[in-house]
């Protein structure tokens, strides 16, 4: 990449992108504020603002989105009658789960072994600085040549809808005519890698009454019913014996005819322990990219410690569905909860809500901006070939920004490849592909204006 000029600007701008990306896993904006302060993901919502403006940024302002959470926007004019591009990334993170477990504290940015480690540093607050590394590189190789629109949602990760509720009721604000989402990731580092689908979700809060109060499990046991009981097996209906999914009325037998996700390499992507089986049928890529998925997110009852001989009166959980292009995620939900009912057993009152959706995604992988970006990563990529492949997690804004504007094209990059072990412990990014990618996303630009 050492002989373009864009990506010569790119190298030269790492360290400042390394100093950005520490003041931004800084903030600990995780947009649930029960359990962090909503100072802080309002820290970070300025600072993006703060960042865009200093970038010549126009219009920048705080949208109030209806979940209470805060997506940040600007707007940076291009050449009379250039085309309109959106950048699309989010500040909120998910919680750092056990602290302890981080090798290095979740919200200080950390190097090692040539990664950076911090929570939200590839998902998705390094695709924050990726657009911003992509327009100061064009900015310094003879300037922009679109008009840029940013948007920096704050509540991604929670699933509550506060900015495609926002769009709707403001739908000439994302306007463009081509849109990259920044939230998505390379099948693995190294090999470019756009996502042309995504899998819709839908979570699901179910709750298990049976008593009206705990009972003494000695004195009452084997004769009353234990809501905690009935809870496992409902929830245990929700898979077959070999893990596939089974909710009543889903069907699970799509497959992928896209890249192929070799078996071994999966088990090392997601560490999997020796000897522990995959789950599920067909292909991996069939199970992680065209087929639905449940899992059970949460379930509250006692802890093992301090626990009580008794007869659980009531148990919550929270059950997560994905489910691919070609399912309507309100349809799933409702399949859901019919399912929940259906096998709850002994006459258990039972009683569920929706608490999140999002539609899944298929992307037009033949329209010009796809070759914009196959050329561009190219190009950031020596020897490499733009690769297509499926993502299994959810971005809801891509189906209601699709909906808005149909004759916009949409396409998903991004930070998140399987070494990042985004939403895990320890989660990092390469700097090497925030590089790759930002001078991809900066020749993309300059691609597509001129096509």
Partial sequence: MSSNPVAETVASLMPRARAELTELVAFKSVADFDQFPKSESEGAANWVADALRAEGFQDV???????????VYGYLPGPEGAKTVLLYAHYDVQPPLDEAAWATPPFELTERDGRWYGRGAADCKGGVIMHLLALRALKANGGI?????????GSEEMGTGGLERYAEEHPELLAADTVVIGDAGNFRVGLPTVT???????LVRVRIDTLEGNLHSGQFGGAAPDALGALIRVLDSLRAEDGSTTVDGLTDESSWDGLSYDEEQFRTDAKVLDGVELIGSGTVADRLWARPAVTVLGIDCPPVVGATPSVQASARALVSLRVPPGVDAAEATKLLQAHLETHTPWGARVHSEQVGQGQAF????NSPAYQAMADAMAVAYPGQDMQYAGQGGSIPLCNTLAALYPNAEILLIGLSEPEAQIHAVNESVSPQELERLSVAEALFLRNYAGS
């Fill in 61 to 71: 302002a705080l949208l109030d989105t209806p979940d209470g959470t805060q997506s």
């Fill in 145 to 153: 040549p679109v008009h840029v629109k940013v948007i920096a949602e």
């Fill in 196 to 202: 042309s689908t995504l899998r819709g979700m839908t």
């Fill in 362 to 365: 298929r992307a037009d992988t």
